[in-house]
Every structure is written in C-alpha cells, then in structure tokens.
C-alpha cells in the first residue's frame, strides 16, 4: 500500500464503511441483537473489555483489521520487541518492552543483547531500595534517611509520581515527594516539609540538561549546603539516573550513586527503569517487580493475540475509526478510582507526545487525515460535577474509556459500589440518551461511545497491565497513522527559545514577545 494511509484500498472502504453506518445508533445495535455485549467484550487475565458501546459493527472490526494489517502493525510491533530501529528520526531501537522481560530473553541491540545490563541495574534498583527501606542508608549527619525528593519533569516525572500515588500504602518507612515544575513555589513547598539531615534527592533526566531538573536540583544542593553542618558532605544525598554519567557526575552526583537508563527507552515510556527508582523507594521492590509483570503479560497478549482478540488493538482501532471515520476530535478517560487520579495526566503525555504529529515517517506533511485525539479526563465521580454536561449535551460527541475494579479499593464497600454504579450509569446513559418531546433542554440524544475496562482488582500487577494497554495502543495508533510515536522535536522548540529569552536575545522575535518581556523583567534590569 501507499505509505499514506488514506490512499489506501483499506481506508476507502473503511470510508464507503462509515458513510452508511455514521448515523446508526447503539439503542438499535443492541436491539438488533441481544448478546451484543457478549460478542463485542473480551475477557483476558482477569481483565473484560467492552466495547459494545462503540459504534462499530463486526463488519466494521473486520474492514479495521483488514487495515491495521496492510498498515503493517504486526511486522513492526514484532520490529519493535525484537530490538530493531524503529525510532526512524533518531536512529533508535524502542525497547521499553525489554525492560520487564525475563532475563533469560535475548534482545540485540546492535548485536548485543541487552537484556543483562537491564537487570544488573534492577538488581542494584533492589538492593539500594532495600537499603534506603531498611534504615541502612545514613546521610552526612549519620540521621537515617526516610523522606525521598524525586526530581524531575515529563517522562522523568508523570509514571513514577502516578504509580507511587496508585499504589501508596499506610505506614512505608520512606515517604516520597515530587518535584517537577521550574516555578520555585514547587520545591519550596516541599523542601518546607522536610529535614535535610534525612531526605536524599533522586535527579532524574536522561540527557542531564533538561532545564526544569537542573534548576530544581541546583536549588536542592543550595538547601542542603544551607541546611546541614559547615563543610558537611552532600553526596550521600543526591542520587542520580541518567543516560549522561559524565554529565551527572559533573554536577557533583558520585559514580557509584548513579543509575542508568539508555537511549533506546524513550523518556514517556520508561517508568520500567531506573526512572522507576521511586516506585521502588515507595512501595519496595517486590510491588515493582510485580508491576512488570503485569506489563509483560499484556506485552505477551499484544504479541499473541489476533487483531480480533487483542485488547490494545481493538483500542486502537476503535479509537482510529473515531477519529478519522467517525471526525470525533476528543475523547476523555475516566477511571473511577481515586487512587488512579494522576491517570489522564500521564496518559495525555503518553498519547498526545507521542501522536501529536502532522509529519509522516518519509518526512511529509500530513493533509489527508487526522492525528491523535485531544484526550482529557478526571477520575470519577468528580468529572460527574465537572465535564460530564458536555459530554452528555455538547454539540461535540467524544468518546470515553471507563476503567473500573470489582474489589472495593478501601475498607469502604457500600461506598466502593456506589462509585462503580455511578461509572455503570453514565457509561449506560451516555450510550442511551433521553427523549423528552415537550422541553428540549432536558433531551438527550444519547449514541455516545465508551470503552469499559473492568480490573478484578488494583494492584501492582493490573496497575502494569493497565499502563501497557495504553502503551501499545499508542504504538499502534502511531503505525496506523504512518508516524513515529517515540521522538517530540516540538517540544524542544519551545525549550530552545526559552534558552535564547534567557541570554537576552530578542532580535528574532515579535513585538509581542519583546512588550511581555519588558514588563516581566522591568525591575530586575
């Protein structure tokens, strides 16, 4: 087929496709058949997808299939675990995957096979986090360390601080804090709460130059050279984990408290690594290790599974038939945990970085068709008294994924069951709408779309079934859009002129640019 998907036979019918069923309306597809949510879910290790609320039919799923496989999705995902480059723009393998492999796997990158360095750093990864857990860890006083200052921003931030929140536990003997934004106000905040004599700093950034963690960490060794005893040693208390090691060492992080990470693991993709650190810090390394389990058995399911029964496909297609067929701009996550409430934030990152693209991989511009969604979301109830009357009423229909558990989460069970009634009833009325003749404002046309993904229970390995879910319908989505879901040269942009705004040059820039600037820096000229 062409590289451009659009032009594809596949894409034309799935086109001829969608004019003829765009209008049908879910009340009448389940109707028409009474087992529809048996012959449109799946169940696989203790997970059940619906997706009987999506307006598609097995018609449908089949034209998607049909174009998923002239799209290539399944030579490149085995591409992808097998260690070959397909990273096109950085000349990079993607090897996230290997991270939670058994050690007994080969995987070449370059003809070496990775997977033993991967677990020499995860059995370092252990015995420091054992270490630092178990009070043998000391800081430059001799005090016990017990409070963790994970700094960081992105990739380096969002998976770790979302899976310490998921998966916190009552009485950890290290409490773990975040630092991400450059304002100051952030690590003020937490440096307020803390004694230097017991807090050790984890610097995360896999280039080490990323602003944002340079800033925090340098204000980090000011408090602490500030705070602790005269001419006390700082490095028992700065731990970094980065691709640079001469970079980090520069910055005065000692060689033997620095953990690695590489470069063929993209930064929105690498909480499974040494990025990991505070998950590890947190909740021990047990809980860690079982959420790579919980990955690599979706990893195995997506590698396995036919198109037809394979959850992170159908989640991809089904997103792409909304987005390009159906010309559904948005679409909203909702998980009704509260523990899951850094969720849409993370995943946002892992979607809209990696897809949000208008260049295909042969480095044309994309004018055909449409790329990532605008993915937004709250956990439940709480988007209930917020978005949820746009999605009900707005004159835009955006499709959502629920994610709910049947075990109660808390010691709280009536409460627990009243949450996944309430996620039951909006995925229901969204679906079936409400027709009221007389009074127009309280009509409800109803034929809005969902996903459920139904969880036996929220753990450490569901947690890491969950994440790599979202993880290969990226990928996916990426292959069927022709573009490469693991670099993000827009975001260096803005990066880059914020470098130039600091060294005061200005001659390239607007008037605007220039008015703000004045006025910001009018005091300290």
């Not at 991989?361 to 978005?387: C, P, R, W």
């Not at 036996?456 to 994440?467: E, M, N, P, T």
Request: with cysteine.
């Amino acid at each position: 087929m062409s590289n451009n998907p659009s032009k594809s036979d596949e894409w034309k019918a799935l086109e001829d496709h969608a004019l003829v069923t765009q209008h049908a309306h879910l009340n009448n597809l389940f109707k028409e058949d009474i087992n529809r949510f048996d012959r449109f879910s799946l169940s696989y290790d203790g997970i059940t997808f619906d997706y009987s609320k999506q307006r598609v039919t097995h018609d449908t799923l089949k034209k998607l299939c049909q174009f998923a496989k002239a799209c290539g999705v399944e030579e490149k995902r085995d591409a992808m675990f097998n260690g070959q480059v397909i990273n096109v723009t950085e000349k990079r393998a993607v090897l996230h995957t290997a991270l939670r492999r058994p050690k007994t796997d080969n995987v070449s990158v370059n003809g070496q096979n990775v997977m033993p360095v991967i677990h020499q750093t995860l059995d370092r990864m252990k015995f420091f986090s054992n270490q630092v857990r178990e009070g043998q860890i000391k800081g430059a006083t001799g005090k016990v360390i017990d409070t963790i200052i994970s700094i960081g921003v992105g990739g380096s931030d969002l998976g770790p601080r979302f899976v310490c929140d998921a998966l916190r536990r009552k009485n950890e003997p290290v409490t773990v804090h975040f630092v991400a934004n450059i304002d100051g106000a952030d690590i003020k905040n937490i440096l307020s709460k803390c004694d230097a004599e017991k807090t050790l700093f984890v610097m995360t950034s896999k280039s080490f130059g990323t602003q944002e963690t340079l800033v925090n960490a340098a204000a980090a060794k000011e408090w602490l050279i500030s705070s602790l005893p005269k001419d006390a040693d700082i490095t028992p208390h700065l731990i970094g984990v980065s691709a640079e090691v001469k970079a980090a060492q520069a910055f005065g992080i000692a060689q033997e408290n620095i953990f690695p990470i590489w470069d063929w693991v993209n930064g929105r993709f690498s909480l499974w690594s040494a990025i990991g650190l505070p998950i590890c810090l947190q909740c021990g390394f047990d809980v860690f290790e079982k959420l790579l389990a919980g990955a690599c058995d979706i990893d195995q399911h997506f590698l396995t599974a036919s198109l037809d029964k394979n959850i992170p496909a159908l989640m991809a297609m089904i997103a792409t038939w909304n987005r390009n067929f159906l010309s559904l701009k948005h679409y909203a996550l909702m998980p009704y945990a509260q523990k899951l409430n850094r969720l849409p934030a993370y995943i946002q990152q892992l979607e809209m970085e990696s897809n949000g693209k208008n260049a295909d991989l042969d480095g044309h511009k994309i004018t055909d068709y449409k790329t990532n969604a605008i993915m937004f979301g709250e956990v439940g109830t709480n988007g209930q008294h917020s978005f949820f009357q746009l999605l009900h009423q707005g004159s835009d229909i955006m499709p959502c994924d629920f994610i709910g558990y049947i075990e109660p989460m808390s010691e709280y069970a009536e409460q627990h069951q009243l949450l996944m009634n309430n996620m039951l009833a909006q995925s229901e009325s969204l679906m079936t709408g409400q027709r009221n003749r007389e009074e127009r404002h309280k009509n409800f046309e109803g034929n809005r779309p969902s996903n459920t993904l139904l969880f036996k229970r929220l753990d450490a390995f569901s947690l890491g079934q969950l994440i790599a879910i979202y993880e290969h319908k990226t990928f996916m989505q990426g292959i069927m859009w022709n573009i490469n879901s693991f670099d993000q040269f827009g975001v260096e942009l803005g990066k880059n002129l914020a470098r130039q705004i600091e060294n005061q040059d200005l001659s390239r820039t607007s008037s605007s640019l220039k008015g703000l600037y004045s006025l910001i820096h009018k005091d300290t000229k």
